[in-house]
């Protein structure tokens, strides 16, 4: 069974983002207002409280909040903003804030690299820029390249892609979803990306594929089209939220994987987010389950049997929720079970997926 509950009013309706610290004691909403709240499960895991409201003026904005990222061990928090900038801040105090990156229009989209004590960062814009810092120091260490002609970028996210073991040190991989809508991945050459040396210029980013108008196409009014794909832990997949049907990405055949009439991955409307459940997939790496929302509210959890070496691939819908017609800005995992979702209209969902007694499809309002 699924069940689904509204946690609270976290913030004012309009556009909003949520995010889980590393060690998930922490969550954190960022609002239309440009304001983040940090809510906490306290000691003994229970309702969630208000424990840090972000409104000072050295680390408040006066327009919406777009993204909120944590590096990889959780002592620092950077956010991004629809005023252009990118905010660095100390976890859970907020102190020591620090503009890493200032923009004449929006920043879209910021991720840190999953390697461990890493302080690499990735921001785009909605003019198509990227720009790579080293949040430490990031006056001096930085890189920015335009990834298209203006078009703009919605979402971006470093994948374990490692197509060659002995290189993973030196080669990353960033993923990027265009307004055009394109899916673009770059390699980002690690070892040099800093280096001001007029020889190495032409040898920090490459793109590396592109596919072609999978994603639907972002006008000025969609400002809850979040392109907000994901991929497996182990980079093998890719979901990609294509206008009503989610696009599985095989990335060992660099190709969009075909689905059958009994195996499409359908939604009724447009959808706007993808998010992999990574705890399930460390028990079981030949089946992933994946939810997905769309503008409408709707939310589906799939369940994706992959097997490259058996050429095996069938995705299969296992639950279905429905947030009130409330539409979804951004979904995350806590957990095995807990699914959480963040809405236009200010609220915070919960849903608890049994993923132990899943095997057929149940629908729960």
Same mark, same amino acid.
């Given at each position: 069974?699924?069940?689904?509950?509204?946690?609270?009013?976290?913030?004012?309706?309009?556009?909003?983002?949520?995010?889980?610290?590393?060690?998930?004691?922490?969550?954190y909403i960022g609002g239309d207002e440009g304001i983040i709240k940090q809510y906490s499960y306290g000691?003994?895991? /229970?309702? %969630? *409280?208000?424990?840090? +409201?972000? =409104?000072?003026?050295?680390?408040?904005?006066?327009?919406?909040? @777009?993204?909120?990222?944590?590096?990889?061990?959780?002592?620092?928090?950077?956010?991004?903003?629809?005023?252009?900038?990118?905010?660095?801040?100390?976890?859970?105090?907020?102190?020591?804030?620090?503009?890493?990156?200032?923009?004449?229009?929006?920043?879209?989209?910021?991720?840190?690299?999953?390697?461990?004590?890493?302080?690499?960062?990735?921001?785009?814009?909605?003019?198509?820029?990227?720009?790579?810092?080293?949040?430490?120091?990031?006056?001096?260490?930085?890189?920015?390249?335009?990834?298209?002609?203006?078009?703009?970028?919605?979402?971006?996210?470093?994948?374990?892609? /490692?197509? %060659? *073991?002995?290189?993973? +040190?030196? =080669?990353?991989?960033?993923?990027?979803?265009?307004?055009?809508? @394109?899916?673009?991945?770059?390699?980002?050459?690690?070892?040099?990306?800093?280096?001001?040396?007029?020889?190495?210029?032409?040898?920090?980013?490459?793109?590396?594929?592109?596919?072609?108008?999978?994603?639907?196409?972002?006008?000025?009014?969609?400002?809850?089209?979040?392109?907000?794909?994901?991929?497996?832990?182990?980079?093998?997949?890719?979901?990609?939220?294509?206008?009503?049907?989610?696009?599985?990405?095989?990335?060992?055949?660099?190709?969009?994987?075909?689905?059958?009439?009994?195996?499409?991955?359908?939604?009724?409307?447009?959808?706007?987010?993808?998010?992999?459940?990574?705890? %399930?997939?460390?028990?079981?790496?030949?089946?992933?389950?994946?939810?997905?929302s769309d503008i409408k509210g709707n939310i589906k959890i799939w369940n994706i049997k992959f097997d490259?070496?058996?050429?095996?691939?069938?995705?299969?819908?296992?639950?279905?929720?429905?947030?009130?017609?409330?539409?979804?800005?951004?979904?995350?995992?806590?957990?095995?079970?807990?699914?959480?979702?963040?809405?236009?209209?200010?609220?915070?969902?919960?849903?608890?997926?049994?993923?132990?007694?899943?095997?057929?499809?149940?629908?729960?309002?």
């Open positions: 069974m699924a069940s689904s509950e509204i946690e609270n009013a976290f913030m004012k309706s309009g556009k909003c983002c949520m995010t889980f610290h590393v060690d998930n004691e922490y969550l000691l003994n895991n /229970e309702k %969630l *409280k208000l424990t840090h +409201s972000f =409104e000072d003026a050295d680390v408040r904005h006066d327009e919406p909040i @777009n993204q909120i990222v944590f590096n990889s061990t959780g002592d620092y928090m950077a956010y991004c903003c629809e005023d252009g900038e990118v905010t660095f801040v100390r976890h859970p105090t907020g102190s020591n804030p620090r503009i890493l990156s200032k923009y004449d229009n929006s920043v879209s989209s910021i991720c840190f690299n999953p390697d461990k004590y890493s302080f690499l960062l990735a921001m785009s814009t909605d003019d198509g820029k990227i720009k790579l810092v080293n949040a430490l120091k990031a006056s001096e260490d930085y890189y920015e390249y335009n990834c298209n002609d203006g078009d703009g970028v919605r979402f971006i996210k470093w994948i374990k892609y /490692e197509p %060659l *073991k002995y290189r993973a +040190s030196r =080669e990353k991989y960033l993923c990027i979803a265009e307004c055009n809508g @394109n899916l673009s991945i770059w390699k980002i050459f690690n070892s040099v990306i800093f280096n001001q040396n007029e020889k190495d210029k032409d040898k920090k980013a490459i793109k590396y594929k592109e596919f072609k108008n999978v994603f639907p196409k972002i006008k000025g009014g969609d400002i809850n089209q979040r392109l907000s794909f994901d991929a497996t832990d182990n980079a093998k997949l890719i979901a990609i939220p294509g206008n009503n049907n989610v696009k599985i990405l095989d990335m060992n055949q660099m190709i969009i994987r075909e689905t059958t009439k009994e195996k499409t991955m359908i939604h009724n409307d447009i959808i706007n987010c993808c998010v992999f459940n990574k705890y %399930l997939e460390e028990i079981d790496n030949n089946n992933y389950i994946l939810a997905t490259e070496n058996d050429n095996i691939f069938e995705p299969q819908e296992i639950e279905s929720f429905i947030s009130n017609n409330d539409p979804i800005c951004n979904l995350e995992w806590k957990n095995k079970n807990e699914l959480f979702g963040c809405s236009m209209s200010g609220n915070v969902y919960k849903w608890v997926y049994d993923h132990q007694n899943s095997n057929n499809k149940e629908n729960t309002n």
